[in-house]
């Protein structure tokens, strides 16, 4: 049992608690002392040099900030106390170069190459016993806890962390005094086993530059995010064997006292659905969800290790950082941050994408067994990020579309293998396929279980990550020719140009999935006054909902579930398929949509975006709404063409690699005049909508005339332009439709102007 040594008057703050222990003998703790504003430490011989980890985190939130109580405050640092003759250093440590092979030559080297600066050297006090230093000057004043402290409260020590409660002043103008508690966390005195990450497996990850590499060139050394779980010595052998073992100390996730009631049941089941994954590692009771201990003084959220903390907040978001050992990557605390509007989102989300099928989601408001069921599936996204994973957004795209249609199928296989992708809800089910509710949520895959293995099974047999690293290499190669266990990266692949990883997916075809999911938009918009209807005329809920299917940010981004399905099929034009490039493997890290599925593409976007989609602006419902028609549609159109455009250099490259046969350049820009500027052909009156598409395509092509003169993308574009003035130009000659006649005009002088540069 570990043991409070504070001793003397402790005022403010809660007592802390770490959940666990991160080694198996802990040294003992280090001991406050408080002796009027005196406020002195006493650090065991043991404790000397040990590095700690100091997180600090908010206990209380002023008014009117961006931020909540237990937000992380600033970066954390590792630090250290070294005894320097009659005095102790505080050192700050810094890991960018770093060898991890603990008492070589090169490690040494590092080491009087790479002294840790002091924060402060406080003398020892000669009048007490043992490695005693005064330190309420530096609490109050060291930036190691974010900012000056206007007073220190209680402090607790425990064996493997300190908790520092103090009121400080908050960075920038505001004087507010806010509650800030900074943890202290021990850290290992002999690292964790790192496992080095594989671009085939997706983990969040640490980094250091390593001088120790084989290569010696002082390689970029990138490693897991994750927690320690490790077999008990005497559990070694049943491990080995394949027997299913208790970790030495499991990942306990609490839920924040705070959190409405209702709530909690469902948010623990979305932490203990992980336990399969880690039984497929090797382990039972890896991961265990609790509620926070009741009427218990000696615990604080703050210093728990894993956490679901509620915030109060009209944010709609849910995200779970981490912070970790940067020696080994080992997770040493992970709190999922929960907003409470995020179901506000949720509802309005699982209503654009399934009402088609589920009666239960044609309301404002959902029953406790449906909004739980959604709370499960969130929570569980979020507790995969504080273990770790990262987004999986290749995921959805190995999945058959029509597959999304069978409930004999999705019962066995879930709609998506990750539960880490963002494939929200199944918005391919049409009416009549029979598809039952619970398989219209996403829940944990294939792929999820085997990341969790290959980041948490253990192999003792390894001395080294390095001697390690050949033998998962091989694994992940015979893995990853399953489908299903594929890490799709569409995070850092730029411009999102990979068709296969795209965000708000489902299924291996976008236009196919994108063409049943606005068929069901079409069968939903029209009901929304009716479903979304409210006794004392109310329309939050239905202003909320459609701008959930079209939408706009205030800073002029396209937004809702009908941009999404318009932007997974642009894509498919100029995208590049990416896969991680490893050694073994001949085939391309980059390969191309094929030319028929680019002018598909092209087409769906003809057929939902270039000609107007009347069902989706109807009067009725924009009046009720309030919302700007031309605005929210012209916001879409914008954003394709600006994405489309932005894709010309993918379409070159292509080409360049491939000949004349592939979809070019050239094509892309005379389809889109062809489609976007039929009325020229036709002769018939240009409404409204497709005169500001016009502009809208003007002004787009306008940009992509910032190229230097001379190249393919500029006189490309300066033709099309040409082409459009010398069109407009005949038509407005005979044009007798007044609107039609004075858009052409305009349309003449606006192209003067581009081609002119004036």
Not at 728 to 734: I, P, R, V
């Amino acid at each position: 049992m570990s043991r409070l040594l504070t001793k003397g008057l402790l005022t403010g703050g809660l007592f802390l608690q770490l959940v666990g222990s991160l080694q198996a003998q802990p040294p003992a703790a280090i001991s406050i002392t408080r002796t009027g504003d005196s406020i002195w430490l006493t650090i065991p011989e043991p404790l000397l040099d040990r590095q700690w980890l100091v997180v600090n985190r908010l206990l209380t939130a002023n008014a009117g900030s961006s931020q909540f109580a237990d937000d992380q405050l600033g970066t954390e640092k590792v630090i250290s106390f070294h005894k320097k003759g009659t005095a102790i250093d505080i050192q700050v440590h810094d890991y960018t170069v770093y060898s991890p092979q603990a008492g070589s030559p090169m490690a040494r080297a590092v080491e009087r190459n790479n002294q840790p600066p002091a924060l402060a050297s406080l003398p020892l006090a000669a009048a007490r016993q043992g490695n005693c230093i005064e330190v309420s000057a530096f609490l109050k004043t060291s930036k190691l806890f974010y900012n000056d402290a206007v007073s220190v409260g209680r402090i607790d020590s425990r064996e493997e962390l300190v908790g520092i409660t103090a009121q400080r002043l908050p960075q920038g103008t505001d004087k507010t005094p806010a509650d800030v508690y900074s943890t202290l966390f021990l850290l290992p005195k002999t690292p964790m086993h790192a496992r080095i990450i594989d671009e085939r497996v997706g983990y969040f990850r640490t980094s250091y530059r390593n001088l120790s590499s084989p290569d010696h060139a002082g390689s970029l050394q990138e490693l897991v995010c994750r927690w320690r779980l490790e077999p008990a010595p005497g559990d070694l052998a049943k491990y080995r064997k394949g027997i299913l073992v208790e970790p030495v100390r499991p990942i306990v996730f609490y839920i924040d006292p705070a959190t409405p009631k209702a709530w909690v049941p469902w948010l623990l089941q979305g932490i203990n659905d992980w336990q399969a994954a880690f039984e497929q590692a090797g382990f039972k009771n890896a991961i265990i969800g609790k509620e926070a201990p009741a009427n218990d003084p000696d615990w604080q959220l703050a210093s728990c290790r894993a956490a679901i903390i509620y915030k109060p907040s009209l944010t709609e978001n849910a995200f779970g950082p981490n912070v970790h050992d940067p020696r080994s990557g080992e997770i040493i605390q992970a709190h999922v941050n929960w907003h409470h509007n995020i179901l506000g989102w949720l509802q309005a989300m699982y209503l654009v994408q399934t009402a088609a099928t589920e009666p239960a989601a044609r309301s404002a408001a959902f029953d406790d067994a449906l909004l739980g069921r959604l709370i499960r599936s969130i929570a569980c996204h979020e507790v995969g990020h504080a273990l770790g994973l990262t987004h999986n957004f290749g995921s959805s795209a190995t999945v058959p579309v029509d597959s999304l249609r069978s409930n004999q199928w999705l019962q066995q296989h879930g709609q998506c293998p990750s539960i880490m992708d963002y494939a929200r809800f199944n918005y391919v089910a049409q009416p009549g396929d029979d598809v039952l509710p619970e398989n219209m949520l996403p829940r944990i895959g294939d792929y999820d279980k085997w990341a969790i293995e290959w980041g948490y099974r253990s192999w003792p047999a390894f001395a080294s990550e390095e001697a390690e690293k050949a033998f998962l290499n091989q694994w992940v190669r015979s893995k990853t020719t399953d489908p299903k266990l594929v890490w799709g990266n569409g995070e850092s692949i730029p411009g999102g140009s990979d068709p296969a990883t795209q965000r708000e997916d489902l299924g291996n075809d976008p236009l196919l999935a994108g063409a049943y999911g606005i068929a069901n938009l079409q069968r939903i918009v029209p009901q929304l006054r009716e479903w979304l209807s409210n006794a004392a005329g109310d329309d939050t809920q239905l202003r909320r909902v459609y701008r959930e299917i079209l939408g706009a940010t205030p800073n002029g981004a396209p937004l809702g579930q009908y941009s999404y399905y318009i932007s997974n099929a642009a894509t498919l034009i100029g995208g590049v398929y990416h896969k991680p490039l490893v050694t073994e493997d001949t085939i391309p890290v980059k390969t191309y949509p094929t030319p028929r599925q680019q002018r598909m593409a092209l087409d769906f976007l003809d057929r939902h975006l270039f000609q107007t989609p009347h069902w989706l602006l109807e009067p009725g419902l924009l009046q009720q709404t309030g919302s700007a028609p031309l605005i929210l549609l012209g916001t879409l159109q914008h954003a394709t063409l600006v994405q489309l455009f932005s894709r010309i250099g993918n379409l070159q490259t292509a080409e360049a690699l491939y000949g004349p046969q592939v979809f070019s350049t050239a094509e892309l820009l005379d389809s889109l005049r062809t489609l976007i500027w039929c009325e020229l052909d036709s002769r018939q009156p240009i409404d409204i909508y497709r005169r500001s598409l016009q502009n809208i395509f003007i002004n787009s092509l306008g940009r992509v005339m910032n190229t230097p003169d001379g190249t393919d993308t500029y006189a490309m574009a300066q033709g099309i332009l040409k082409k459009i003035r010398t069109d407009a130009a005949a038509y407005s000659a005979q044009c007798t439709d007044t609107a039609t006649s004075d858009h052409l005009l305009a349309v003449q002088r606006r192209i003067d102007k581009v081609l002119h540069n004036k």
